[in-house]
């Protein structure tokens, strides 16, 4: 079945880096679009990245464009998303999420998320 | 971005009633790429419907997607305390994908 599996979240101070995994197993890796969705302490679901199959095309929201980059490693089953100057507003579940297609589809299998919280 | 405004905000019902959840787009969602989602508590979310009106594997046909262009619902059918939720539209025709800010779903 198909399993992802975030880590790297935790506490970490303004304008610092922190980058994000996820394992993925139970389906080809290679052929499924990935993306990560956020989400606040008691708010609503924020889209943050997607990245197509193959890395041919990434795209972010504009709160975390030129702060976050959404990578892969095809032959380790691994999505990553580096955060770099990290903003209070930025604190949130992170969730890993598997497209239904090879780019940026519906989301049709979620990991459980990772915390991440910025904090002085 | 295409901005999606979900109404209403909370909804409370009982069971067996139906709840119908709007989700209007600020600009047309082409080729109807909008997606529902379910989040139950403590839990991530779920993929209920995709492309706007096609069921995720699994989903009971108690829930069913309607809608294209800027006009979207989603209804659910024989309400049950397992159904209590939030729930999400998210558009993915054009980047920024966007979610909607949700609707609460409450079981009296």
């Known amino acids: 079945q198909v399993q992802l599996v975030e880590s790297g979240g935790g506490v970490v101070q303004p304008g610092r880096s922190l980058k994000l995994s996820c394992a993925a197993s139970?389906?080809?890796?290679?052929?499924?679009?990935m993306q990560w969705v956020r989400q606040a302490p008691g708010k609503g679901l924020k889209w943050v990245a997607v990245?197509?199959?193959?890395?041919?095309?990434?795209y972010y929201a504009d709160s975390v464009k030129g702060r976050f980059i959404i990578s892969r490693d095809n032959s380790k089953n691994t999505l990553f998303l580096q955060m770099n100057s990290l903003r209070v507003e930025d604190t949130a579940v992170y969730y890993c999420?598997?497209?239904?297609?090879?780019?940026?589809?519906?989301?049709?299998?979620w990991g459980q998320g990772t915390l991440v919280s910025v904090s002085s | 971005e295409i901005v999606l405004t979900q109404s209403p905000g909370t909804l409370s019902l009982s069971p067996g009633e139906r709840a119908t959840v709007s989700c209007r787009a600020s600009?047309?969602?082409?080729?109807?790429?909008l997606a529902w989602y379910q989040q139950k508590p403590g839990q991530a979310p779920k993929l209920l419907i995709y492309?706007?009106?096609r069921r995720a594997t699994g989903i009971p046909d108690r829930f069913s997607g309607s809608g294209s262009g800027t006009d979207f619902t989603l209804t659910i059918n024989r309400l049950g305390p397992e159904d209590l939720a939030v729930y999400y539209c998210?558009?993915?025709?054009?980047?920024?994908?966007?979610f909607g800010q949700g609707t609460k779903l409450e079981i009296k």
């Open positions: 999420a598997r497209s239904s297609d090879s780019w940026g589809s519906s989301s049709s299998h």
């Open positions: 139970g389906f080809p890796f290679r052929s499924y679009g």
């Open positions: 990245i197509w199959n193959d890395g041919s095309n990434r």
């Open positions: 600009d047309t969602v082409n080729s109807r790429y």
């Open positions: 492309d706007a009106s």
């Open positions: 998210q558009q993915y025709s054009m980047s920024p994908y966007t």
